[in-house]
């Protein structure tokens, strides 16, 4: 921040990733001086992973982090405003809204919510560690590395079906872990798993530690059921165990559906005038870096015209 924390501002986008990023840039470039509330993890998800070969303009690929490195310096051009907090609560029931953060607290004429999902993890170190060195929550986004390998899925459910299904594409074997011999999976998305010859089921196991030390080489892994402890080899791990958006701070001040997800009105709307939602925050069925800058284009357009409407 080169300049005081504002008390108040047109449009406040709440996130960095590339939802919250493109917004700031397309509201910037309408005179509209919006703030953004990037949060302590500035970046988003793409802060922790390695090369991104799916977004346009680099046909080379682009690192993760450079990418979003260079999109915030892109909205700076015009003038944007960060500030590296969480946002604590939001007060939607009077106009202008109002946002506490860890330490500041102003009021926005609108708000562009962009804060995204964050996939769950099995809560492993050796996981972590190895985290964009063949550990990935995102089978769209990575599975082109692993062309003619052996990866492993973790889960049980349609995403970790549709993972594996997808994964068979590039890999030569896809073992699909699950902990259960019952699947939470649609029956459909379950035979067109188990149909596919290169998909192996690997039931009633949990995993203990993911092995490698620069890259993954395998999975240690524990059959609940006989206690047998067995190593499988492969050099991709695919955890498949849902996301979790980060809506918590909303707390009732908009309508979010059973899983905590935004609930769109129409054309990036609210269930609240004036609110926005962009990117994963909303989006369950594509999460990916392009559709999330898509996202961020139109809700910070809808801002625009709200604003405009507004005056």
Not at 31 to 41: C, D, K, S, T, Y
Not at 279 to 290: E, F, N, S, V, W
Request: aromatic letters at 8%; hydrophobic letters at 40%; proline letters at 4%.
């Amino acid at each position: 921040m080169s300049q005081p924390l504002p008390s108040h501002t047109k449009v406040a986008i709440i996130g960095s990733g590339p939802a919250g990023l493109t917004a700031a840039i397309y509201a910037g470039r309408a005179l509209l001086n919006p703030f953004v509330i990037a949060g302590r993890e500035v970046g988003g998800q793409l802060m922790t992973t390695t090369d991104v070969e799916n977004f346009p303009g680099f046909p080379g690929g682009v690192m993760g982090p450079e990418l979003m490195t260079k999109m915030r310096e892109q909205a700076e051009r015009f003038e944007v405003d960060f500030l590296e907090e969480n946002v604590v609560s939001i007060d939607t029931q009077a106009k202008p809204f109002s946002i506490k953060t860890e330490s500041h607290s102003l009021t926005a004429d609108a708000v562009i919510l962009a804060t995204g999902a964050s996939a769950k993890w099995l809560g492993l170190p050796s996981e972590q560690r190895l985290r964009g060195h063949g550990v990935s929550s995102c089978a769209t986004c990575d599975g082109f590395f692993f062309r003619g390998k052996e990866i492993a899925v973790i889960g049980g459910g349609d995403s970790a079906m549709e993972e594996a299904t997808f994964l068979t594409r590039f890999a030569s074997k896809v073992y699909l872990v699950h902990r259960r011999e019952e699947f939470r999976a649609s029956k459909i998305m379950l035979e067109k798993a188990k149909s596919d010859p290169k998909i192996e089921f690997v039931l009633n196991s949990e995993i203990e530690e993911v092995l490698g030390e620069e890259k993954v080489s395998g999975l240690k892994i524990k059959n609940n059921q006989t206690n047998e402890v067995s190593t499988l080899s492969v050099e991709g791990v695919f955890v498949a165990i849902g996301h979790q958006p980060n809506s918590g701070f909303l707390a009732g001040a908009i309508e979010v559906d059973a899983t905590g997800y935004v609930v769109i009105k129409d054309d990036y709307h609210t269930s609240v005038p004036g609110i926005f939602v962009a990117g994963d925050l909303h989006d369950h069925k594509y999460r990916q870096a392009i559709t999330a800058a898509g996202a961020g284009c139109a809700a910070a357009l809808e801002a625009e015209r709200y604003l405009a409407r507004k005056d």
